[in-house]
């Protein structure tokens, strides 16, 4: 069984930072790209950013600059490093990673069970 466990929303200011982590356990034989989506009230999930195996990052267009994701291979963790937050940044936020459970089968998507981000004065 695969699990995505994430950590590190919360409420904050305008103009503040919180760290986002997700951690990747259980067995599989590889972790390939990983990211971060979010879902505001009454709109669709979006993809915030992505990171592949080899560090190749994506960021949305609304977060570029203010962003910044990462991860550690050797924990099996994915981090994104949210600055300068705006209330437009509210949203539960997602954890996804692309996962292949035997080298004989396709990579699968898995999914955090969400964290709260809320900015706000």
């Known amino acids: 069984q695969v699990r995505l466990v994430e950590s590190g929303g919360g409420l904050v200011q305008p103009g503040g930072s919180l760290r986002l982590s997700c951690a990747a356990s259980?067995?599989?034989?590889?972790?390939?790209?990983m990211g971060w989506y979010r879902q505001a009230p009454g709109k669709q999930r979006e993809l915030v950013a992505s990171?592949?195996?080899?560090?190749?990052?994506n960021y949305a267009d609304s977060v570029k600059g203010r962003f910044t994701i990462s991860r550690d291979n050797a924990k099996n963790t994915v981090y994104l490093q949210m600055n300068s937050l705006k209330p437009e940044d509210t949203a539960v936020y997602f954890c996804n990673a692309r996962i292949k459970r035997f080298s004989y089968v396709p990579e699968s998507d898995y999914w955090g069970q969400g964290t709260q981000v809320t900015v706000s004065s």
């Open positions: 990171i592949t195996s080899a560090a190749i990052t």
């Open positions: 259980g067995s599989f034989w590889r972790l390939n790209a």
